[in-house]
């Protein structure tokens, strides 16, 4: 009898011993597949989006006469830039560059910029065009506050300047042209009267000219670009100018004003304009017409 009890209890204990092995090598079989998943799982919230970094700069940014276009560029972290800054109303610079957006520093190094020298017509395009230099080397910081510092070692234009943001698309047309083109011309209203050019991609250079009487007459002239979404060209330098005449129609004196004027040309939807002058409101409900 004890030898037969002995016979079953050995039993038991065997299998009892492979249920125990089968158990742990289950446990281990069922585990890998979960290690496997964090791992994959881990892997995709570390991954990269692949998209270019400076799509969350493109845009225009203005800075007094001058409006500088981000673009992305051909590469993963590329970018091209476009610097255009009017000296007058028939004359403007242009500089074009290239170069890669540093992540960590925010800043574009560029050694490819082309500056031209353009003057423009009266009909707004471009009568001459001349290039100054082809290997013109800096930076663009992409700045915290959403502003950029652009640093040339060329000619340092913008030393201790900061270009504000626009907007995204720059009022750009579509085939490339210049909007501005589409509202160029001689505007008038009663003694008031305007002129607008087009400079660059997106910019305008204006004059208005107001003739308090036959021996005063007042001068605004600026530069801005056309915001597409406000349908109006923005401006922040202009500068008055008051002239007196002798009779003989002479200038007796001519004194500046301001130079520091801001404001904007709104384009109606009949084609007429609105000056919207934040300085003086010297446009107060007053239309430009075509002449």
């Not at 074009?96 to 992540?103: E, I, N, P, V």
């Not at 009266?122 to 915290?144: L, M, P, Q, W």
């Not at 129609?249 to 002058?277: F, H």
């Amino acid at each position: 009898m004890k030898k037969i009890l002995s016979i079953v209890l050995a039993g038991m204990m065997v299998v009892s011993l492979a249920a125990c092995g089968g158990s742990k090598e289950g446990s281990e079989t069922d585990a890998a597949p979960s290690s496997e998943s964090t791992s994959e799982s881990d892997s995709a919230d570390s991954g990269d989006d692949g998209q270019n970094p400076v799509m969350n700069f493109i845009g225009t940014y203005v800075m007094g006469r001058a409006a500088l276009t981000v673009e992305s560029g051909d590469d993963e972290d590329g970018a091209k830039v476009s610097v255009v800054w009017s000296s007058s109303a028939s004359e403007s610079s242009e500089w074009t560059m290239s170069g890669k957006l540093d992540a960590d520093t925010l800043t574009m190094e560029y050694e490819d910029c082309v500056k031209k020298n353009l003057t423009f017509g009266e009909d707004g395009k471009v009568a001459e065009e001349s290039t100054e230099y082809e290997n013109g080397k800096g930076r663009i910081i992409f700045n915290e506050d959403g502003t950029l510092t652009w640093e040339d070692d060329e000619e340092h234009m913008a030393d201790g300047q900061t270009f504000e943001f626009l907007s995204a698309d720059g009022g750009d047309s579509d085939d490339g042209q210049n909007p501005v083109m589409n509202i160029i011309g001689e505007y008038s209203a009663d003694r008031a009267s305007a002129t607008i050019k087009a400079s660059g991609t997106n910019g305008a250079d204006i004059v208005i000219t107001w003739a308090d009487s036959a021996f005063e007459n007042n001068e605004w002239t600026m530069s801005g670009v056309y915001n597409e979404e406000a349908n109006a060209i923005e401006y922040t330098d202009c500068v008055k100018t008051t002239t007196v005449y002798g009779e003989d129609g002479s200038v007796k004196s001519s004194e500046e004003a301001y130079n520091d004027g801001t404001g904007r040309i709104v384009v109606n939807d009949d084609y007429t304009l609105t000056w919207e002058d934040d300085k003086e409101d010297a446009g107060k409900d007053i239309v430009f017409s075509l002449n």
